[in-house]
């Protein structure tokens, strides 16, 4: 059974940092892009940060560009997200988003339960 877990949210005061963890598991043969969405109350989810397979092509939106990182140990199956200067507009559940392949030809888009992150003002 293939499954992506995060952790590492929770409760934060503005100017803060957390540092979000995604472990993939399960009969992983490669990973390929991974993503980081959010979703806050009543808003649609948007996509936060993303990385190619080897990590060198990196995506931000723009309203966490220059205070998140996003990285990845292709090796140990993890992504990180680390979340600096935080601000309460940043509260949302943050989910973990990876394409994963089980096989040749089997690449399948799988997500996360999801963390919460909270930012108090």
């Known amino acids: 059974q293939v499954q992506l877990v995060e952790s590492g949210g929770g409760l934060v005061q503005a100017g803060g940092s957390l540092r979000l963890s995604c472990a993939a598991s399960g009969n992983i043969v490669s990973i390929d892009a991974m993503r980081w969405y959010r979703q806050a109350p009543g808003k649609q989810r948007e996509l936060v940060a993303a990385?190619?397979?080897?990590?060198?092509?990196?995506f931000y939106a723009a309203s966490v560009k220059s205070r998140f990182t996003i990285s990845r140990d292709n090796a140990k199956l993890t992504a990180h997200l680390q979340m600096n200067s935080l601000k309460p507009e940043d509260t949302a559940v943050y989910y973990c988003?990876?394409?994963?392949?089980?096989?040749?030809?089997?690449?399948?888009?799988?997500w996360g339960q999801g963390t919460q992150v909270t930012v108090s003002s």
């Open positions: 990385s190619n397979n080897g990590g060198a092509s990196t």
């Open positions: 988003n990876a394409d994963l392949s089980t096989g040749p030809l089997r690449t399948y888009r799988y």
